[in-house]
């Protein structure tokens, strides 16, 4: 019973932090250990259901599940490089693939060989490739839940998150992002004021255009009347486009809340970089080929890993320090 109740407690937890800010990633920390702790609840059979037993098999076949999921990565790797090219990017899914089939298989080697220091490498290694297995799985969940809020109702300003351009044109990525802005500016115009939309994206070096016009224009094409588009041409980066399109917004004196639109897989890093801008803003997705997710989310998970570096360097220092100073200890204990 005391596993529901610290369950209970944290998913009360989880929501009040929800309500309250949803933007924050830490939410998800909670809502993954109250059902953590409401998955041993159930193991230990008190739910009177079949989902003890389910768990358990879950559980005796998770090698087999990773297994699978690291040849699903790898075959996803495959199809990105081939529809998409060669880019770091692009790679993630496929060398998170290799990486599950080599992180246990090294650590099977390490044991088979007997050696000690290899093993408590193998070890180290574990714990921080455990980690963040954890931290990406955390990262899903709240994903999920946060993309699932309702929207608020009658924003001030729709700000469209600019994605690149193909010769100049905007692609399927970027039009699915700019339609989902347009169904959204005709449902807030059918109720009341229509929204301003902010065409959010500068010029690349192989852009003969700044992406802002170019989403302004395809805008335009489909209806949605030129004043009630500003565009934001200097922006590189999201956090950029974030503040741009505010200091747009502030100097045409429009105030309120904001939506924010940009592709599925990129909602919570967007919403939490609107937060540390300290934006009135909620963000909503707009759907993406499904070859294409596994790596986008890796992608965004690797850039929240980068930046909240402290916490991530400060984590893979301790565990893959503490199976060496626990052997360290071990001998010493022996040795005296």
């Not at 790898?74 to 990017?89: F, H, K, L, P, W």
């Not at 599950?100 to 099977?108: Q, R, S, Y």
């Not at 934001?232 to 502030?250: H, V």
Request: aromatic fraction near 8%; hydrophobic fraction near 50%.
């Amino acid at each position: 019973m005391i596993f529901l109740i610290f369950a209970l407690v944290l998913a009360g937890v989880f929501t009040i932090r929800v309500l309250r800010e949803p933007r924050r990633l830490s939410n998800g920390i909670y809502l993954m250990f109250a059902l953590l702790l409401a998955a041993l609840w159930a193991m230990t059979g008190e739910s009177h259901t079949v989902i003890p037993a389910l768990i358990g098999l879950t559980i005796l076949i998770s090698p087999l599940l990773v297994l699978a999921l690291a040849a699903f990565l790898v075959a996803n790797g495959v199809v990105m490089i081939r529809r998409e090219g060669v880019s770091a990017g692009n790679s993630l899914s496929l060398l998170a693939g290799i990486a599950l089939f080599g992180v246990p298989g090294a650590g099977i080697f390490a044991l088979a060989t007997g050696a000690t220091p290899l093993t408590v490498t193998a070890i180290s290694v574990t714990l921080i490739a455990g980690y963040f297995g954890a931290a990406f799985t955390c990262f899903l969940l709240y994903a999920w839940v946060y993309s699932s809020l309702p929207l608020r109702n009658h924003p001030s300003a729709i700000i469209v998150l600019g994605a690149g351009l193909i010769d100049g044109a905007v692609p399927p990525l970027l039009a699915n992002r700019l339609d989902r802005a347009r169904d959204l500016h005709a449902r807030q115009r059918a109720t009341g004021p229509a929204p301003v939309i902010v065409t959010s994206g500068g010029q690349g070096p192989d852009e003969p255009l700044p992406e802002a016009d170019a989403m302004a224009a395809y805008l335009h094409s489909r209806g949605i009347p030129e004043p009630d588009i500003i565009t934001e041409t200097r922006s590189s980066s999201t956090a950029e486009n974030l503040e741009f399109s505010a200091a747009l917004l502030e100097k045409a004196g429009i105030q309120g809340n904001v939506l924010i639109v940009t592709s599925n897989y990129h909602v919570l890093r967007a919403a939490v970089l609107s937060r540390h801008q300290k934006l009135n803003a909620h963000v909503t997705g707009a759907p993406t080929a499904r070859y294409y997710l596994p790596s986008a989310f890796l992608r965004e998970f690797a850039a929240l890993m980068v930046q909240y570096r402290g916490i991530t360097i400060t984590a893979c220092v301790v565990l893959g320090a503490l199976p060496p100073l626990l052997y360290a200890v071990s001998e010493q204990l022996i040795a005296t």
